[in-house]
């Protein structure tokens, strides 16, 4: 049984900082295709990074200059590094993996990011 779980949210004044974690188990970490979501109170779930088996990453617009995510194959994680951190960066934060060599998509519960003063 595949599991995602997703750890590090919190809340953080603007400006700050924050690390979220997402360790996969139960299936082979390296051949997944990982990536970080959100979801706004009232919104759409969004599409915020992703990174590929080989290491190759991509991001929304809006996180772009401010977001790393990497992935540590032997600890079976992913994470997203965020900066500068704005107000409107607040939402629920979910991991996505999706086996590469099945197509099958699994997400974990979400870690709440909060941005406020």
């Known amino acids: 049984q595949v599991q995602l779980v997703e750890s590090g949210g919190g809340l953080v004044q603007p400006g700050g900082s924050l690390r979220l974690s997402c360790v996969v188990s139960?299936?082979?970490?390296?051949?997944?295709?990982m990536g970080w979501y959100r979801q706004a109170p009232g919104k759409e779930r969004e599409w915020v990074a992703a990174?590929?088996?080989?290491?190759?990453?991509t991001y929304v617009d809006s996180v772009k200059a401010r977001s790393t995510i990497s992935r540590d194959n032997a600890k079976n994680t992913v994470y997203l590094q965020m900066n500068s951190l704005k107000p409107e960066d607040t939402a629920l934060y979910y991991c996505?993996?999706?086996?590469?060599?099945?197509?099958?998509?699994?997400w974990g519960q979400g870690t709440q990011v909060t941005i406020s003063s």
């Open positions: 139960g299936s082979i970490f390296s051949r997944y295709a």
């Open positions: 990174i590929t088996t080989g290491g190759s990453t």
């Open positions: 996505n993996g999706r086996d590469t060599i099945w197509s099958r998509t699994y």
